[in-house]
Every structure is written in C-alpha cells, then in structure tokens.
C-alpha cells in the first residue's frame, strides 16, 4: 500500500512527498528511488518531528495503525491512514477525539467509493432515480488465499485484529453501500469461517501470489494455527427498512478482486462489478434495461469531477486514490470546508460494525449495530 500511496500522490496537484519511513531503512529507499525523495527514516518520528511536513500517511500493518496516528496528531499533522483505522473501537473512539479535539484534517482510505461510476450511482439515488431503497446485495469475493500456503500478515490476529476477511474486504463493501444509498446498517446476522484452521508461514513473508509462492515453497515454513475467518455472510437491516445481504471470501477461486453492488429500489435498480469499472447495469420493471459505460459528459453533474478521462478511457483502482488524496490535501488548505472524502468516525463506524459481525457469529444471533 504504501507503493500505491506514493504513486497516487504524485499525481496530486501541489503535494510534495518529501520523506518515508520504514522498518527497514533500505527497503525505504528501495520504495522512494526514482522519485526525488530525499529523506528516509527507519524511526517514523523523526519524520513526526520535522515542522515542514504537513501530513503524513500511515500505510503499515492494522496493529500499527493507532500508535502511529496518535504519534502524527500528537505532532500536529494532518493524517491520512489506511483501513481499517484500529483493532479495537475503544482506541478508534480515542483517535476520533484526538483529531477533532486538535482540529486536524483526517482521512481513513475507504478509497473503492471513488470510482465514477460508484459515484454516479450515488447521485442517481440523490436525485430520486432509484426511488426509495429497498435491498441492498452482493458480494466481495478474491481467490489470492486459496492455497493453503498462501501467507500474508492479516492472516496474523496479533497484526491484522481479530477479523481478516470482514476487515479487510468487508469493510470496502460495507462502506459503499452505505456511501450509495445514505442509509446505515441498523442490525445484523453474521456467519463466519476459517476452511484453513492451520496455514503454512514461509520462513520469510510474501505476498500471496502464484509466483511468489512458486519463489518461496511452504515447506520452508512452519503450521501455524489461523484465528482468523476465510470467508463472512451477512444478512443486515438499514435505515427505512431496507434489508441486505452480502458475502465476503478470500477463497474463491478465479474471483480476482470481485466487488459486486446491486440496489433495489421502488424506480429502478442499479448494479455495479469492480472487474469492469466503467460499466453500470440500470434494471427497470416495464421498460428495457441498460449498461451505461463511463462518459463523463453523460454522467451526473455531481458525478463528473470522479471522472478525469474522457468516454473510452479506463479509470480504475489507481485513480481512485488519487481522487481521496486530491480531495484531502485541498481541504488542508481550505480550514471549514466539508470533508469530501471518509474521515476518521467513518473508521470508527465500521469498527463497529465489525464488533457487531463477530458477537452476532459467537452468539448466533441478530446484534445491533451500535449508534455514533
């Protein structure tokens, strides 16, 4: 993530990335070559500490993501920090206060609600084109740990909290859904499950690919015992009675990074696949449906500045962060304005909803979902 980070930012007008920090020094500057980065940190607060640095980024393991933003708003900066914001609501609850307390500027990552034609789902809904809300479904399936030796931190419980596949993906769906339609989850009934309650932990870390796995065999490693769940169903109650369901997996073959939307409303439906991004499904009961392809000329008014490139040109999963990082640093420079983008209480909302799933999957019942 940091990589993405970096890269996205430099397509951001007026910011300067001017230092990072890594656990290890050389892997730091193995990341910023190329790029005219001039200072690099194995101990991130000497970065904290230096008063030309407006904001910073918190790109590490779940577990680290408190400490290090606690460390930045103490500092005074400006933070941006992926998701999900903490492993556990009380020190989120602590981060929230902290950053309104001290009137900084801040951002968790939900970066999937970006891509335009999310966004103009979004504003076809604002306008009344989908009429009222009724359900809401779909899923967000990835085949990347279908081997058992596959191996990354989040499936580690002591670095990536207590749920990996709900925390993970799951929070990117849950996020949209509630984006989109302006209704929050109320109650919920979660099913969880590990298929793998021991994975094979290559003697050193890799991401979970067919060819980094091909480089480095799990017998190297060791079997360890997974806390963690491969796969999360989840059947939820919204605002104005709307009902939904979704599953998450993290296990299902050939199913490379599939975020699928559907919502139902009393006009029209609408239906979104992030494998094709630039395509939207629109169903109709009496007339013909369609599939409408990205054209910011024909998108909503509201809808148009998520879109860069014009009809015919792909923008994906790279532009989308550059739509949050855009719109975060202009608000740095703009104190009052609103916050076009998810701010920290949005962390703490899906933290959350996370408690909720896993008390709902230990006790085997509907949880509500706790009120900000």
Not at 259 to 282: C, H, Y
Not at 364 to 370: A, N
């Amino acid at each position: 993530m940091g990589r993405v980070h970096l890269e996205a930012l430099r397509r951001v007008e007026g910011v300067d990335v001017v230092a990072i920090a890594g656990r290890e020094l050389a892997s730091a500057q193995r990341l910023g070559a190329g790029y005219g980065i001039e200072k690099f940190e194995s101990d991130y607060r000497k970065i904290l500490s230096d008063p030309s640095i407006d904001a910073v980024h918190i790109c590490t393991p779940n577990a680290l993501h408190f400490s290090m933003t606690k460390d930045a708003l103490l500092a005074g900066k400006h933070i941006l920090c992926e998701k999900p914001l903490s492993t556990s609501i009380e020190t989120a609850e602590e981060l929230v206060n902290l950053a309104n307390n001290r009137h900084l500027r801040n951002c968790v990552c939900h970066n999937l609600r970006y891509y335009p034609m999310v966004q103009q789902m979004r504003r076809m809904r604002e306008d009344g084109d989908l009429g009222r809300i009724l359900m809401v479904q779909g899923n967000y399936l990835q085949d990347w740990l279908l081997d058992e030796a596959a191996w990354n931190w989040r499936i580690d419980s002591d670095a990536g909290g207590q749920l990996r596949t709900m925390g993970d993906i799951g929070t990117h769906w849950f996020d949209m859904a509630e984006h989109v339609t302006g209704l929050r989850v109320r109650s919920l009934c979660a099913d969880l499950e590990t298929f793998y309650p021991t994975r094979q932990r290559p003697a050193k870390n890799v991401q979970a690919s067919i060819a980094q796995l091909a480089a480095a065999p799990a017998a190297a490693g060791e079997h360890v015992t997974v806390a963690t769940e491969d796969f999360g169903a989840v059947v939820f109650q919204m605002d104005a009675g709307a009902r939904g369901t979704m599953t998450a997996c993290q296990m299902a073959a050939g199913r490379k990074n599939q975020l699928r939307m559907e919502i139902f409303g009393t006009k029209a439906s609408v239906g979104w696949n992030q494998e094709r991004p630039d395509e939207l499904w629109v169903g109709h009961r009496d007339s013909a449906n369609n599939i409408y392809i990205k054209d910011p000329g024909l998108m909503k008014e509201k809808a148009r500045s998520y879109a860069d490139l014009p009809c015919g040109h792909s923008e994906g999963y790279d532009d989308t962060f550059k739509q949050v990082f855009r719109r975060f640093y202009a608000s740095i420079g703009q104190p009052g304005s609103p916050a076009e983008y998810p701010q920290l209480v949005d962390g703490l909302r899906h933290m959350l909803l996370m408690d909720a799933q896993l008390k709902s999957h230990r006790t085997r019942q509907w949880v509500d979902v706790k009120a900000l």
